[in-house]
């Protein structure tokens, strides 16, 4: 399987952006479930822009703010909002997160190929994965899976200083609940581990960025409720917010972005940066027309 955890576009580590002559290296730390957007919009911009190089590492959100508020990133990709811990902690160093929207997301849900269940409500969700939650048999939501022993549900997610693995919390489980955890739960590093645990195992159930979807494994769709429509996770729900794990991805900067920085910045955001959003499997901020 692919690793999407580092990408180094330069041989030479002593460039710094803020390098007056010579080669311009950007380093992009953070979020696991954008490591396929930031390092397709790096390796792009690279090959129209060979002077600028980038280093680009899927660490967590929660690592990315690190590196940004230490000042060993120019820019920290999360897949949710900088937290006031994280506020606090930035205003103490003297440094100003600049947040901006990239890309839309939906947090899709995934079960191995064979399961014959086609969607859960958040309800559903919530009993599945919080602590107490009383769903831990694929029979008590009317399924048999076959080659799962005993029907016993196996949980996969992410560890806590993914910002998946809290989008999930907030989103799912809401506030004051915690995960469930028992010897059936496994906690991920990311998200490519989580597709493969799900897509071996019979019994697992797993969560991840849309853009790691594979013809190996089933997404199942999701209602808000009982009764309501089940929907699926797609870019397109995912921009009207009619799947109701939709969520923003965001990139931070210290301060308005100046320079070369700020160049990509503005061309990520560009229609040629939020094609490229569409094309790994995301969903665009805005309408944009695309070439094949």
Same mark, same amino acid.
């Given at each position: 399987?692919?690793?999407?955890?580092?990408?180094?576009?330069?041989?030479?580590?002593?460039?710094?952006?803020?390098?007056?002559?010579?080669?311009?290296?950007?380093?992009?730390?953070?979020?696991?479930?954008?490591?396929?957007?930031?390092?397709?919009?790096?390796?792009?911009?690279?090959?129209?822009?060979?002077?600028?190089?980038?280093?680009?590492?899927?660490?967590?959100?929660?690592?990315?703010?690190?590196?940004?508020?230490?000042?060993?990133?120019?820019?920290?990709?999360?897949?949710?909002?900088?937290?006031? +811990? /994280?506020?606090?902690?930035?205003?103490?160093? $003297?440094? %100003?997160?600049?947040?901006?929207? #990239?890309?839309?997301?939906?947090? &899709?849900?995934?079960?191995?190929?064979?399961?014959?269940?086609?969607?859960?409500?958040?309800?559903?969700?919530?009993?599945?994965?919080?602590?107490?939650?009383?769903?831990?048999?694929?029979?008590?939501?009317?399924?048999?899976?076959?080659?799962?022993?005993?029907?016993?549900?196996?949980?996969?997610?992410?560890?806590?200083?993914?910002?998946?693995?809290?989008?999930?919390?907030?989103?799912?489980?809401?506030?004051?609940?915690?995960?469930?955890?028992?010897?059936?739960?496994?906690?991920?590093?990311?998200?490519?581990?989580?597709?493969?645990?799900?897509? +071996? /195992?019979?019994?697992?159930?797993?969560?991840? $960025?849309? %853009?790691?979807?594979?013809?190996? #494994?089933?997404?199942?769709?999701? &209602?808000?409720?009982?009764?309501?429509?089940?929907?699926?996770?797609?870019?397109?729900?995912?921009?009207?917010?009619?799947?109701?794990?939709?969520?923003?991805?965001?990139?931070?900067?210290?301060?308005?972005?100046?320079?070369?920085?700020?160049?990509?910045?503005?061309?990520?955001?560009?229609?040629?940066?939020?094609?490229?959003?569409?094309?790994?499997?995301?969903?665009?901020?805005?309408?944009?027309?695309?070439?094949?």
């Amino acid at each position: 399987m692919r690793s999407w955890g580092r990408m180094v576009l330069m041989v030479s580590m002593g460039a710094a952006v803020s390098a007056e002559a010579g080669p311009i290296l950007i380093k992009n730390r953070g979020s696991d479930t954008m490591s396929h957007l930031a390092q397709a919009w790096a390796a792009n911009y690279h090959q129209n822009q060979p002077e600028v190089s980038f280093d680009v590492r899927g660490c967590g959100s929660g690592s990315g703010f690190s590196a940004l508020l230490n000042g060993s990133a120019d820019l920290a990709n999360a897949s949710r909002p900088i937290q006031k +811990k /994280e506020l606090a902690e930035a205003a103490k160093n $003297g440094v %100003a997160p600049r947040e901006f929207v #990239v890309a839309h997301d939906a947090l &899709a849900i995934f079960v191995h190929k064979g399961n014959p269940l086609e969607w859960l409500s958040m309800n559903n969700l919530a009993d599945l994965f919080a602590d107490g939650g009383f769903i831990d048999d694929w029979t008590k939501l009317g399924v048999t899976v076959p080659g799962c022993a005993n029907n016993k549900i196996v949980l996969v997610g992410r560890k806590t200083d993914s910002g998946t693995h809290a989008f999930f919390q907030e989103a799912v489980l809401g506030s004051g609940r915690e995960f469930k955890h028992n010897e059936l739960s496994k906690d991920m590093n990311d998200s490519d581990e989580v597709m493969a645990m799900v897509e +071996k /195992e019979p019994c697992a159930i797993g969560y991840s $960025g849309l %853009a790691y979807e594979t013809t190996a #494994v089933k997404k199942l769709r999701i &209602a808000k409720e009982h009764g309501s429509q089940a929907m699926e996770a797609n870019g397109e729900n995912a921009v009207n917010r009619s799947y109701p794990l939709a969520r923003p991805l965001y990139m931070y900067a210290n301060g308005e972005p100046k320079g070369e920085v700020r160049a990509y910045m503005d061309w990520v955001l560009s229609d040629a940066g939020q094609c490229l959003v569409a094309k790994i499997g995301y969903a665009p901020i805005r309408a944009v027309k695309c070439t094949p």
